[in-house]
């Protein structure tokens, strides 16, 4: 009897903890270093299925100092004493390259979701917010009400090194997940992301198929075998009616010293707008100012790197390897193979999830001081796709930096469409109150 008064205890106490910090199941585990199974195994501990071990109750115990210690130290943490001009959601949030612009713009972030483990921990430390895990696992009425929806859902489905399989891949299907939380929640726009293939991919049926859902103009069903959840296929039944329209954008042309292109949708709900916003005159794209780019602008000085032990200059066998694949596919014809760069570099290759694995796509030449090439510093990817330098990047192992970073998208570009979607939506507000302010007169004049 005493022992189960104990587990019913020591139950209550971590649901108690757990709700006091705001924090769901996943969260939860994720804060206290557990493995893709912590959600289950916290919720065995609230029912006391299961107790924890002594060293889990005393970082139970912990959590709350913890938490308030990692809110304390995030550069981005949201300024709760500002009022907030319009709320939006982060999903598929990798490591807050979204959000940052609009919160810049005045934005309060309600929600959060990202699956990945170490994302979260960079999200964590940078933001002081544990981010929600899977999506799929989310119901869609369960998400707080917002005025833009921000997505840079799963490419790898959609992208060269993923094959480009589409909705023939499950990373390829969350675009249902974005959709049924639009056709529950119905915020007045959205921003989504993904890699510029999705625009050809199957023959840009995939891209048409998107557009057609978001339009409410789609009237095929979706095959059967096509993976997503139950409520993601309800949710195809509900008509969207967004004015969308997409564009391919490059981070060189703003700014950033790289040669990565991606595939921006924007929509705007003209069921909350109505029929005088005519975003085709409303919204407009932003003109990349294509002013000169050069690499040395986000490299570290000679002096930084010092501090760093040489770690990045590359090893000999390694160097050898990356010569001896050029020179093969140089008598194959092609041009495969590693790229080099410099500090007058006009801009580098897009760097990407893989890049932690050899460093090819973007080595550093190191000639004038007599050294191999180097590999980019965790520090200079964040800069390279334009994110301040108070951004905390190592908070996970250089492994799970890098790929975070090569999944991650450009600020400089968000930054850019972040202004005209808020501009945009400015404007069509102001013609909805000139719009209401003429009914009133002329009822008044009824009268």
């Known amino acids: ?87 939006f959601i982060d999903l598929f949030a990798g490591i807050g390259g979204i959000r940052l612009p609009f919160q810049d713009l005045g934005g309060q972030c309600v929600l959060t979701s990202e699956w990945d483990k170490f994302a979260q921990k960079t999200y964590t430390a940078n933001f002081g917010e544990v981010p929600n895990g899977d999506i799929t696992k989310i119901e869609a009425a369960d998400v707080p009400d917002h005025d833009i929806l921000l997505a840079g859902f799963p490419c790898q489905a959609f992208s060269q090194a993923g094959l480009k399989q589409g909705f023939d891949d499950t990373r390829g299907t969350m675009f249902f997940e974005v959709q049924r939380i639009l056709a529950e929640k119905r915020p007045k726009a959205f921003l989504l992301e993904n890699v510029k293939q999705l625009r ?19 009237e095929q069903e979706i095959p059967e075998d096509v993976p997503m959840s139950d409520e993601a296929r309800n949710a195809l039944s509900h008509k969207l009616n967004y004015h969308t329209e997409f564009k ?134 964040a800069r390279l796709q334009g994110f301040h330098d108070k951004f905390i990047v190592d908070a996970v192992s250089h492994g799970q930096i890098y790929k975070q970073f090569g999944n991650s998208v450009c600020i400089n570009v968000i930054s850019a469409v972040a202004k005209e979607i808020h501009t945009a939506m400015d404007n069509a507000e102001k013609l909805m109150k000139k719009k209401t302010k003429k009914v009133s007169k002329k009822t008044a004049k009824a009268a």
Request: contains cysteine; glycine residues 8%; hydrophobic residues 30%.
């Open 248 to 381: 391919v954008l490059r981070a060189g042309d703003f700014g950033a010293p790289q040669n990565r292109e991606r595939i921006f949708i924007v929509g705007f709900d003209k069921d909350y707008y109505g029929s005088k916003a005519d975003f085709n005159k409303i919204f407009n794209w932003p003109t990349p100012p294509k002013s000169k780019t050069r690499l040395g602008k986000i490299l570290q000085t000679p002096k930084q790197l010092a501090k760093l032990d040489d770690r990045y200059t590359i090893s000999e066998k390694l160097w050898a390897g990356h010569k001896k694949r050029k020179e093969a596919h140089k008598n194959k014809g092609n041009g495969f193979g590693y790229s080099l760069f410099n500090h007058d570099s006009e801009y580098v290759n897009t760097i990407s999830a893989r890049y932690y694995k050899d460093g090819s796509e973007v080595l550093i030449d190191q000639t004038d001081i007599g050294r191999r090439p180097r590999m980019l510093t965790p520090r200079e990817c």
């Open 200 to 218: 050809g991919h199957n023959k840009g049926k995939t891209l048409e198929t998107i557009l057609a859902i978001l339009r409410g103009e789609h």
């Open 1 to 87: 009897m005493a022992k189960s008064s104990q587990i019913n205890n020591i139950a209550n106490s971590i649901k108690s903890t757990r709700q006091k910090l705001g924090l769901g199941r996943t969260q939860f585990s994720n804060l206290l270093g557990m493995n893709s199974t912590g959600e289950r195994t916290v919720r065995g501990w609230e029912t006391g299925e299961h107790k924890p071990s002594p060293s889990k109750i005393d970082a139970i115990n912990n959590l709350e100092q913890k938490l308030f210690s990692i809110r304390e130290k995030a550069p981005f943490k949201y300024d709760e004493s500002t009022p907030s001009s319009f709320k």
